[in-house]
């Protein structure tokens, strides 16, 4: 029911009065409480003095520039008390533990030509096959002949479903949207930050492992499923815990290929301050004047949403179920995510951050 004001009041009296038809109920139909709240906005109301603001913890007060203010309930955390440890401010608004059940993230719905424009799917690319014959073409991708078992990607199968599948990717768009940030499927390079020149393999120190051609034709293959909006079975979920973080729809085998780590290239060297907990290792060169880093702070894909193990626990480490592995392709470098194991519907993916050195702290991971 909207709020009563005067002027409201005094237009009352110029309205014909409400006469029922003959059967009709004269009962008005009043919106719930909770239907109000739902769609009223809401109202910060700032306090007169944060000089006296303590950790809801730890309860110092000490290092106010790393609290952070609850916008449920206002109380105040350090950045480094919260488990896991948050590493960076959050963009826009942020909840505690305790709120977030009464503040869920939305997902936001999409129209299919909306989907299409936000991941670039080319129209062309799409074509309807049924189910029937996606798994007639798998099984003739088989060997005839059984080989001696080798360490071959795998292609991810996407979804068939294909009301399920829009709702995979509507979840991927909904925290990029929320993180103002760009999709983006492939490494960029943009003016200012390191060159696409710069992104050579053999400034490696000690030489980058070279992807073998029918791995690089698997490769191809996902490209090719992600332009006709074929993605592997993967929600974005929020967590109040883990933020936002990577769930399995459907089972997804060992060694099968996940995603590239995608983002913008920069150097090392720019980024030696940098408080941002998404960057990753692209090149280790020789001349540490050269080695990259991708950060996908302002475009990126699914993997910017992907959990690392707490490497310092045993419960920990048993939960990695992908390997985070470098490759030399076509003379550039690409990091890409695998499936160390088979992979059950439901379960999240987890990695190791620190796969290639030991500087990242996971020990407050979850």
């Known amino acids: 029911m909207a709020p009563f004001n005067s002027t409201q009041q005094s237009r009352s009296h110029h309205l014909p009065a409400f006469r029922p038809k003959e059967g009709q109920s004269k009962k008005k139909k009043f919106r719930t409480l909770k239907d109000v709240m739902k769609r009223a906005k809401r109202v910060a109301i700032p306090r007169d003095d944060y000089s006296k603001l303590m950790c809801s913890i730890c309860g110092s007060g000490e290092k ?8 449920g309930c206002d109380n105040g955390f350090h950045m480094m008390c919260l488990r896991p ?11 505690c533990n305790k709120c977030h059940d009464h503040h869920p993230t939305p ?20 074509k309807c096959i049924s189910p029937e014959v996606a798994r007639r073409q798998r099984k003739r991708s088989r060997p005839l002949v059984l080989q001696k078992k080798s360490r071959k990607l ?42 696409k020149s710069a992104n050579q393999s053999n400034f490696e120190s000690g030489g ?13 293959k996902c490209k090719a499923m992600a332009e006709r909006g ?36 920069d150097y090392i060297r720019n980024r030696a301050d940098d408080d941002s907990d998404s960057m990753m290792t692209l090149l280790l060169a020789s001349d540490p004047l050269k080695s990259l880093v991708i950060c996908p702070d302002k475009r990126g894909n699914i993997t ?28 550039e470098c690409h990091v890409f995510l695998v499936a160390s194991r088979n992979i059950a519907k439901g379960e999240r993916l987890y990695y190791n951050y620190n796969g290639y050195e030991n500087a990242y702290p996971t020990q407050h991971f979850v």
């Open 85 to 95: 440890v948050v590493v960076r401010v959050p963009i826009g608004s942020w909840y």
């Open 230 to 265: 074929e993605y592997p079975p993967l929600r974005v979920v929020f967590d109040p815990l883990e933020g936002y973080t990577v769930e399995v729809d459907a089972p997804i085998k060992h060694m099968t290929f996940i995603a590239e780590y995608t983002g913008d290239v």
């Open 304 to 331: 910017r949403f992907i959990n690392g193990i707490n490497n310092h626990t045993e419960d920990g480490k048993k939960k990695q179920n992908l390997k985070c592995v470098r490759y030399s392709v076509k003379g």
């Open 64 to 71: 106010d520039e790393e609290i952070l203010l609850c916008d």
């Open 208 to 220: 980058m492992q070279v992807m073998s051609k029918e791995d690089i034709r698997t490769l191809e």
């Open 154 to 195: 795998l292609p991810y199968i996407p979804t068939e479903d294909h009301d399920r599948r829009s709702k995979q990717m509507e979840s991927l768009a909904s925290a990029l949207i929320n993180l103002k940030l760009e999709f983006s499927n492939d490494l960029t390079y943009f003016p200012g930050m390191a060159p």
């Open 107 to 126: 997902i936001q719905k999409f129209t299919q030509r909306k989907i299409m424009d936000f991941f670039r799917i080319r129209k062309s690319a799409m």
